[in-house]
């Protein structure tokens, strides 16, 4: 039985009916129409569906909504705007990294938590944090590239 649920996602309350155990991913794309996270798996281990919750990176695949409770979830919309991006947004662009796009939202999620606990990260321990991710493309040098430089200007 649907329930109503109050999500805060990117800094502002959502209202959102769903079975307690729809993933937030589907609450997140079909009812508050974000085009990010992606779905990929369903099994939380590709990444595409990243989202942070309290700033703890969280593969939205396979959380259900009824567990989000009052946790802040932040997708990557909410990192950055068009007018100031998020460092990472930055750097992928400038290191022209996007080939399909997919997988990136994972990727910048992912990177974005471990960066602030990490601010300067050597590259086994960027690899480490990184070692869950998938991409089809095969950009990781050039999002590993991308996250150093997001470092190195943070």
Same mark, same amino acid.
């Given at each position: 039985? %649907?329930? $109503?649920?109050?999500?805060?996602? @990117? +800094?502002?309350?959502?209202?959102?009916?769903?079975?307690? @155990?729809? =993933?937030?991913?589907?609450?997140?794309?079909? @009812?508050?129409?974000?085009?990010? #996270? %992606?779905?990929?798996?369903?099994?939380?281990?590709?990444?595409?569906?990243?989202?942070?919750?309290?700033?703890? =990176?969280?593969?939205?695949? !396979?959380? =259900?909504?009824? *567990?989000? &409770?009052?946790?802040?979830?932040?997708?990557?919309?909410?990192?950055?705007?068009? $007018?100031?991006?998020? #460092?990472?947004?930055?750097?992928?662009?400038?290191?022209? !990294? /996007?080939?399909?796009?997919?997988?990136?939202?994972?990727?910048?999620?992912?990177?974005?938590?471990?960066?602030?606990?990490? #601010? %300067? /990260?050597? @590259?086994?321990?960027? +690899?480490?944090?990184?070692? &869950?991710?998938?991409? +089809?493309? &095969?950009?990781?040098? *050039?999002?590993?590239?991308?996250?150093? +430089? *997001?470092?190195?200007?943070?």
């Amino acid at each position: 039985m %649907k329930q $109503e649920f109050v999500l805060h996602v @990117d +800094r502002r309350p959502v209202k959102v009916q769903a079975e307690p @155990d729809m =993933p937030l991913l589907y609450a997140l794309r079909n @009812d508050v129409e974000l085009n990010n #996270p %992606k779905f990929g798996c369903g099994l939380a281990q590709c990444g595409a569906c990243t989202v942070h919750l309290d700033g703890v =990176p969280a593969r939205s695949c !396979v959380i =259900p909504v009824s *567990a989000v &409770g009052n946790k802040q979830v932040t997708t990557i919309a909410g990192l950055g705007t068009a $007018e100031k991006p998020h #460092p990472l947004q930055k750097a992928f662009v400038a290191e022209q !990294v /996007p080939q399909c796009g997919y997988c990136i939202n994972g990727w910048i999620m992912t990177a974005a938590a471990f960066l602030k606990t990490h #601010p %300067k /990260p050597s @590259d086994a321990e960027l +690899r480490e944090a990184l070692a &869950g991710l998938k991409c +089809r493309c &095969g950009t990781h040098i *050039a999002m590993l590239r991308a996250i150093k +430089r *997001a470092a190195a200007t943070a």
